[in-house]
C-alpha cells in the first residue's frame, strides 16, 4: 500500500511538473511573438497544475506572470479593457497564493507591487487605498531579491510611469540601468526549464522610452534596437524607433 501510494504520488508530481513544462514553453513563445492566443493557452495549463493538490510556489507564480503578460497583451487594443481587467486580478489573485506560500519571493512581491500601482492609474483616491500596498510590495522585494533584473526592472517601470520630472525620470533611468546590467549577467548563466527569463527586452525598451523624454534621441534609438535585436515583436520599442526616425514627440509616460 505505500509503495502504491508512492507511486501515485510520484505520478501526480510528473503531471504537475509536465503541465508546467508545457506552460513555460507556450508562454515564451508568447512572449516572443506578444501572441494572445498563446499568452491564453499558457495560462490554462498553469491554472491546471495550480488546481492539482501538489502545486507549489513555482506553479502560481507562473500562473501570476502569464496572466501579468496576458493583461499587457490585451491593454494595446481598447475593446479588450473588460478583458484585461479581469486578467489583473487574476494575476493579483495568483500572486498573492504564491506569495502565501513563499513570503522571500522577490518577484511575486514586485509583481504584485507593479498590479496594485496599476490599480492606482493616477486617481488620488485609489493611490491612497493601494499606496501603501505597492510601497510594502516593493520594499519586500527589494529585501530578498535587490540583485534580480526583474525586480529592478519592475521598480524602473515603475518609477518611469509615475515620473513628472527630469530628476524623477533620472532616477528611474537610474534604476533601469542597474537592472540592464543584472539581466545581462543573468543571459550568460544556464536556465534551468522553469527558470524566469522574462523582462530583458522590455527593460532596454523603457530605457529608450526614458531616454527619449530626458530629450536624448541618440541613446534611445539604440536602446530601442538593442530591444529589438532581442525581441521583434516588440510593439513599444517598434514605435519608439520609429518615432525618433520620424522626428515625431515622444509618447507620454502614463500606464497603457
Known amino acids: 500500500m505505500l509503495m502504491l501510494l508512492a507511486t501515485l504520488a510520484a505520478r501526480a508530481e510528473l503531471a504537475t511538473a509536465e503541465l508546467t513544462a508545457a506552460g513555460v514553453a507556450e508562454f515564451t513563445a508568447a512572449y516572443q511573438e506578444w501572441s494572445g492566443a498563446r499568452f491564453a493557452a499558457a495560462t490554462e495549463k498553469f491554472r491546471q497544475a495550480t488546481a492539482r493538490p501538489d502545486a507549489t510556489v513555482t506553479n502560481f507564480y507562473w500562473l501570476g506572470v502569464s496572466e501579468f503578460h496576458r493583461m499587457l497583451q490585451l491593454r494595446d487594443h481598447p475593446a479588450n479593457a473588460a478583458a484585461a481587467a479581469a486578467a489583473l486580478e487574476s494575476a493579483v489573485a495568483a500572486l498573492t497564493a504564491a506569495a502565501e506560500r513563499d513570503a522571500a519571493h522577490a518577484e511575486c512581491q514586485a509583481l504584485l507591487g507593479t498590479l496594485f500601482g496599476m490599480k492606482i492609474n493616477g486617481s488620488l483616491v485609489r493611490a491612497a487605498w493601494f499606496g501603501p500596498r505597492v510601497a510594502k510590495y516593493q520594499a519586500g522585494a527589494l529585501k530578498t531579491g ?11 517601470m515603475g518609477r518611469f510611469h509615475t515620473a513628472t520630472k527630469p530628476a524623477a525620470r533620472e532616477e528611474a533611468l537610474k534604476t533601469l540601468l542597474a537592472a540592464e546590467k543584472l539581466f545581462a549577467a543573468e543571459a550568460g548563466k544556464a536556465a534551468a526549464p522553469l527558470v524566469p527569463r522574462w523582462g ?27 530591444a529589438l535585436a532581442l525581441r521583434p515583436a516588440d510593439h513599444i520599442a517598434q514605435a519608439g524607433l520609429k518615432r525618433l526616425l520620424a522626428g515625431a514627440p515622444p509618447a507620454t509616460a502614463e500606464r497603457p
Open 146 to 156: 535587490a540583485a534580480n533584473p526583474r525586480v529592478q526592472y519592475l521598480l524602473g
Open 200 to 226: 530583458h527586452d522590455s527593460c532596454l525598451t523603457f530605457i529608450g522610452r526614458t531616454y527619449e523624454l530626458l530629450g536624448r534621441p541618440p541613446e534611445a534609438a539604440e536602446y530601442f534596437r538593442k
